[in-house]
């Protein structure tokens, strides 16, 4: 029996009504910008897509729910989203934009029975157990509200009782890594995955794609999720694919996709809105045109960039809080 393939799965973060490819906002996209970078990242085949709400916050939440459901109606790769997610309401608000999966983090180690309850209410497939964590004193710790608030939950710990709760997938994310050795990040990773029964999804803040190579080959990670990594004209998962063959790691040829891109880009729309997709630029795009003809042109000029580099983790604070 063959081993499953590798999955490289891009990020995309959204706040307050924008979207962003990195944590820290320094690489802006405004709505259709961020429609059309899905869109790139399909057509170069990654095999899914998570958006991150880093807003957290229901009420602040401008566009969030026309966005998914555009996504749901143009995307043909999975996608997952997660950020805020409290309660049985909002998974169901959430599904109802045409969300196949959620993810939960701080909500769920505040009250593990909401695995059971999601899992129980939607089925297993529908969610997605996501961990902040870092290492503090020679211990890896769980991590609350974007790796701001630190418990004294072990880590392992946590991965077995989320599997034993109903989690499918299960999302690690190293935290402080410019503190933390390399070596010891692919160690915990390894020993999480030896104790992980389902499929293992790792951000460890990979910025080539020598570091995808041996996060694989090191862990045996089912996927590897980033956001930062791709901001780069250089990094393609066309390019980077090349490269996980070459080095022996299995990976799809066209990500998930499993149909033909639509030929048209299906934007919800309200009435007083043109029938036109607008970018930064002021280019206007007919919906008819094809999602690659559309991404060709968006590609060299749709991220702003601002002058300092930025990484996929929220940057520890000075002030850590401990829960």
């Not at 998974?91 to 109802?96: A, F, Q």
């Not at 909500?107 to 029975?113: F, G, K, L, Q, T």
Request: proline share 4%; with cysteine; net charge negative.
């Amino acid at each position: 029996m063959e081993a499953p393939l590798k999955r490289i799965i891009p990020s995309i973060y959204t706040s307050d009504g924008q979207f962003s490819q990195a944590e820290n906002r320094q690489y802006i996209l405004d709505y259709n910008e961020a429609m059309a970078r899905a869109l790139l990242l399909q057509e170069q085949g990654a095999d899914e897509i998570i958006i991150m709400d880093v807003t957290t916050i229901a009420e602040k939440r401008r566009n969030l729910n026309r966005f998914l459901k555009d996504l749901s109606r143009n995307l043909q790769i999975p996608f997952t989203f997660g950020g805020g997610v409290h309660s049985i309401q909002d998974v169901t608000d959430i599904l109802k934009q045409g969300v196949r999966k959620v993810y939960v983090n701080s909500a769920a180690v505040r009250d593990p029975s909401l695995i059971n309850k999601i899992t129980s209410e939607f089925g297993k497939d529908s969610l997605m157990v996501a961990i902040d964590t870092k290492q503090t004193f020679g211990k890896w710790k769980v991590f609350l509200n974007g790796g701001k608030s630190r418990t004294e939950i072990d880590l392992l710990n946590w991965i077995e009782i989320s599997q034993l709760r109903g989690a499918s997938e299960i999302l690690v994310s190293t935290i402080a890594r410019n503190s933390t050795e390399p070596e010891d990040i692919m160690d915990i990773i390894s020993k999480v995955k030896s104790v992980c029964k389902v499929p293992l999804l790792v951000s460890v803040g990979a910025r080539t794609d020598e570091d995808f190579i041996q996060t694989f080959k090191y862990t045996d990670a089912d996927g590897i999720v980033s956001g930062h990594f791709f901001l780069s004209p250089e990094h393609t998962i066309v390019g980077l694919k090349h490269h996980l063959r070459e080095a022996g790691i299995a990976v799809s040829e066209t990500g998930s996709l499993t149909e033909s891109p639509k030929e048209e880009i299906l934007i919800d729309r309200h009435e007083d809105e043109e029938h036109v997709i607008e970018t930064s630029e002021s280019v206007l795009i007919e919906q008819k045109k094809s999602p690659a003809s559309i991404l060709g042109n968006m590609l060299s000029g749709f991220i702003r960039r601002k002058d300092k580099p930025s990484s996929d983790a929220v940057p520890p604070p000075e002030d850590e809080e401990i829960i």
